[in-house]
């Protein structure tokens, strides 16, 4: 692509992607109405008393693959590598998972940002209880968790 084309190119992504600005009448679209919703934390304790009262909650591993393969996992925990966590919303079991139903994610970063990001996608696909399990995998077994082998492959 000669360096010209790319410019319009680059150019047109840019105007195409900007909020539009109006003046006089307050005015929004669609991407201003809607309000980034911040998800909730829980802990392992709360999780844990959760899973020992066999109550409804899907567990979403969101850990690397070095992470995921050197581990073991949450008891009943799916993995889904973050970046395909979108497209795997559209395969069982996760497309047919009540929106309602509660949902905590996981992952291994210091700061939970993988699981953040996970639980933000999440909230964004309409689901309403959404949590992080603060500090994730390290938090969970020092918690003394419930953890199984993962599937081998």
């Known amino acids: 692509m000669n360096g010209k084309r790319w410019f319009v190119v680059m150019l047109l992504s840019l105007v195409g992607s900007a909020t539009p ?5 307050a005015r929004t679209n669609a991407v201003t109405q809607k309000a980034a919703v911040a998800p909730d934390f ?22 690397d693959t070095d992470s995921y393969l050197n581990s073991n996992k949450i008891k009943g925990s799916i993995h889904v ?5 979108s497209y795997r919303l559209t395969m069982s079991p996760l497309k047919d ?3 309602d139903r509660e949902i905590v994610t996981y992952c291994a970063c210091p700061r939970d940002e ?16 959404v949590y992080v399990l603060q ?6 077994l020092k918690a003394n968790g419930q953890t199984e082998p993962r599937p081998r492959a």
Do not use: C
């Open 135 to 140: 500090g994730g995998w390290q938090m969970w």
């Open 114 to 129: 993988a699981s953040i990001r996970a639980a933000q996608i999440l909230l964004d696909a309409g689901f309403t209880r």
């Open 97 to 99: 998972a009540p929106r």
């Open 42 to 63: 829980m802990s392992a304790e709360q999780l844990r008393a959760k899973l020992a009262r066999n109550e409804a909650v899907t567990i979403i591993d969101v850990r």
């Open 81 to 85: 590598k973050l970046r395909r966590l």
């Open 21 to 25: 600005i109006y003046h006089g009448a």
